[in-house]
């Protein structure tokens, strides 16, 4: 394993969707400058939605253009229906990101519609971005359980997942949204979607609810898997999961790749200082276990 792996920052959007405290446009630059800075190449930095759904998201399109024509990083935007598409295009994005759920129940309570109907509705998405020559990149929730149908069968996720890959997306991102995963489930997930898309193509986005991710992660690259999903300081969490932690911290994951002797780039010490200042801004402490550790060692020297 000492090829390189792919980190795609997810912070700025995922992680600080679910906080309660607002960060501003201005606020969210310049932690997305930071992440820059640290070596953190790959961004997702906004969401077109609802602002009545989530209000975190607020300026996403004054955020994207801040960063569209930055040649130094790649920027994704999520991006829900053709409305999101057509505010994302005009701030200029490069990189979207469509979603669904392998969960019937965790799509009615996310997003009020069945599986079906949410493909149905990105589908014209996915179709436009290809003709506008932008990159689509598809997230699937739920993967490895629901806190509304409990476990979820390998197969849900490989039909979402073929649809994706068959709609023309680049990269199927597989999301354990409520963090209940385990090596052995994670291990058998990818061996089974990547009976339909390959693995070079599949992104692991595990949340840490149960202290399970880093394991997940670490199990998922013996099975080849190389884009890693993670937010700096764990920020996260999801509005529609009940008790869902937030995403694996991208500290933590840098601590871990670096130790096997992959390099990844990225500057701790400016990513954990990037981590710092986001956590003030929200008022609570890192949940990532390295920033923790090395803040505390810092405290100590001074």
Known sequence: MSDRV??????????????????????????????????????????????????????????????????????????????????????????????????????????????????????????????????????????????????????????????????????VSLGDTIGVGTPKKARELLRAVAGHVPMANLAMHFHDTYGQALANLYTGMEEGARVIDSAAGGLGGCPYAPGATGNVATEDVVYMLEGMGITTGVDMAKLVDATNEISKLIGRLPASRVAAALNAKKKKAI
């Open 6 to 171: 792919r980190i795609v920052e997810v912070g700025p959007r995922d992680g600080l969707q679910n906080e309660k405290t607002p960060v501003s446009v201005e606020e969210r630059g310049t932690f997305i400058e930071a992440l820059l800075a640290a070596g953190l190449h790959t961004v997702e930095i906004g969401a077109f939605v609802s602002p009545k759904a989530i209000p975190q998201m607020v300026g996403s399109d004054e955020v994207l253009r801040r960063f569209s024509s930055r040649t130094d990083g790649e920027f994704h935007v999520l991006v829900p229906n053709e409305k999101g598409y057509e505010a994302a295009r005009l701030a200029g994005a490069k990189v979207i990101a469509v979603f669904a759920s392998a969960s019937e129940g965790f799509s009615r309570a996310n997003i009020t519609c069945s599986v079906a109907e949410s493909i149905e509705r990105f589908k014209p998405v996915v179709a436009r971005a290809k003709s506008d020559g932008i990159k689509v990149r598809g997230y699937i929730s739920c993967v490895l359980g629901c806190p509304y149908d409990g476990e979820i069968k390998p197969q849900a996720v490989i039909d979402v997942a073929k649809v994706l890959w068959d709609l023309g997306c680049y990269e």
